[in-house]
């Protein structure tokens, strides 16, 4: 099936910093999403973007489909965007597969 | 909108004993999902419902492992008996139209499963 590799697996940072997320996949994909993690294990969709750049507030997400990968741009972070950044996708079977995540960690 | 609601949010049971989770999806969305998160596995699929009809049921690990949707408002999973590596944590999951669709996924709060 479809792999699924996030980068880095962890990453900590000082609050209003920006940070880069990546999401590569092995295979052809026709959905792609960001979801977040809460500290709380709540899973909040960020972004349905199987191609192209979206942006919503100081969150960005760009798939570059023919090269296999997606990332997710945080800008000017805060704290409350700690927790576990997921990439799930849509492969050739109907099944939205995660990757591993990439845990950001955002101190005062 | 109430958003996916699962219930218990916590339990924790003694191993052997069965164990039923339930899962309201979204009104009016037609497919629905059954994830386990663990740390070792992450999210893995367990099924995918469209239109009440399982459609994928590839990832639930045995056959101790059951799930049902009677209705479109209703689903079950039920793990029987239950053993401690069952330990996780199950999210239901909805979304209008199929996962291929590109239509947006929308987790409830999880129940958290714990197996002693």
């Given at each position: 099936?479809?792999?699924?590799?996030?980068?880095?697996?962890?990453?900590?940072?000082?609050?209003?910093?920006?940070?880069?997320?990546?999401?590569?996949?092995?295979?052809?994909?026709?959905?792609?999403?960001?979801?977040?993690?809460?500290?709380?294990?709540?899973?909040?969709?960020?972004?349905?973007?199987?191609?192209?750049?979206?942006?919503?507030?100081?969150?960005?997400?760009?798939?570059?489909?023919?090269?296999?990968?997606?990332?997710?741009?945080?800008?000017?972070?805060?704290?409350?965007?700690?927790?576990?950044?997921?990439?799930?996708?849509?492969?050739?079977?109907?099944?939205?597969?995660?990757?591993?995540?990439t845990r950001l960690?955002?101190?005062? | 909108?109430?958003?996916?609601?699962?219930?218990?949010?916590?339990?924790?049971?003694?191993?052997?004993?069965?164990?039923?989770?339930?899962?309201?999806?979204?009104?009016?969305?037609?497919?629905?999902?059954?994830?386990?998160?663990?740390?070792?596995?992450?999210?893995?699929?367990?099924?995918?419902?469209?239109?009440?009809?399982?459609i994928d049921d590839?990832?639930?690990?045995?056959?101790?492992?059951?799930?049902?949707?009677?209705?479109?408002?209703?689903?079950?999973?039920?793990?029987?008996?239950?053993?401690?590596?069952?330990?996780?944590?199950?999210?239901?999951?909805?979304?209008?139209?199929?996962?291929?669709?590109?239509?947006?996924?929308?987790?409830?709060?999880?129940?958290?499963?714990?197996?002693?």
């Amino acid at each position: 099936g479809i792999q699924v590799e996030q980068s880095p697996p962890d990453l900590i940072l000082q609050e209003g910093a920006n940070s880069t997320l990546r999401c590569n996949f092995s295979d052809s994909v026709n959905n792609l999403q960001w979801f977040h993690q809460n500290p709380w294990g709540q899973l909040i969709n960020l972004f349905y973007i199987p191609s192209g750049t979206k942006q919503n507030g100081r969150l960005s997400a760009t798939t570059v489909a023919t090269e296999r990968y997606s990332l997710l741009y945080i800008s000017s972070s805060q704290t409350t965007d700690s927790g576990v950044y997921f990439c799930a996708v849509v492969g050739g079977a109907q099944k939205l597969v995660f990757g591993q995540g990439t845990r950001l960690t955002i101190n005062p | 909108d109430a958003g996916v609601i699962q219930s218990p949010r916590h339990e924790v049971t003694e191993m052997g004993q069965e164990v039923t989770l339930r899962c309201k999806p979204i009104s009016g969305h037609n497919s629905l999902f059954w994830y386990r998160q663990t740390m070792m596995r992450g999210l893995e699929l367990l099924i995918y419902f469209n239109n009440n009809v399982p459609i994928d049921d590839s990832g639930m690990p045995e056959d101790r492992f059951s799930a049902k949707m009677p209705n479109a408002s209703f689903s079950t999973l039920k793990i029987q008996p239950s053993e401690p590596r069952d330990s996780a944590v199950y999210f239901c999951a909805s979304s209008l139209g199929s996962s291929r669709s590109g239509n947006t996924i929308y987790f409830g709060e999880g129940s958290w499963l714990t197996v002693v």
